[in-house]
Nanobody
Framework: QVRLVESGGGLVQAGGSLRLSCVVS????????MGWYRQAPGKERELVAT???????HYADSVKGRFSIDRDNAKNTVSLQMNSLKSEDTAVYYC?????????????WGQGTEVTVST
């Protein structure tokens, strides 16, 4: 069974930084995407950033230049460095791992970690 555990959320002032980490335990196979999504109060969950097994990254326009995602395939971890935080970054951040390989279908989520940016 695959389990994702996030850490690193908290309260930070606007302009500050936080680093989120996610440890993925359990077995999964094939090319996959690890990523971070967020859900602000009253809004739908949205993509923040993803990184595929080969290191290819994708960022939401709203975080480009401020956030950086990286993964360690040997340790099955994915991290999100968040700089120059804004109040609109306040949300619950969820770690995700999903298959990018035909024939391997999986999509796992963590429980979420809360990030609050104060002004």
């Amino acid at each position: 069974q695959v389990r994702l555990v996030e850490s690193g959320g908290g309260l930070v002032q606007a302009g500050g930084s936080l680093r989120l980490s996610c440890v993925v335990s359990g077995s999964f196979f094939g090319t996959n995407a690890m990523g971070w999504y967020r859900q602000a109060p009253g809004k739908e969950r949205e993509l923040v950033a993803t990184v595929i097994t080969d290191g290819t990254t994708h960022y939401a326009d709203s975080v480009k230049g401020r956030f950086s995602i990286d993964r360690d395939n040997a340790k099955n971890t994915v991290s999100l460095q968040m700089n120059s935080l804004k109040s609109e970054d306040t949300a619950v951040y969820y770690c995700n791992v999903r298959s990018e390989s035909p024939g391997f279908e999986f999509d796992y989520w963590g429980q979420g970690t809360e990030v609050t940016v104060s002004t």
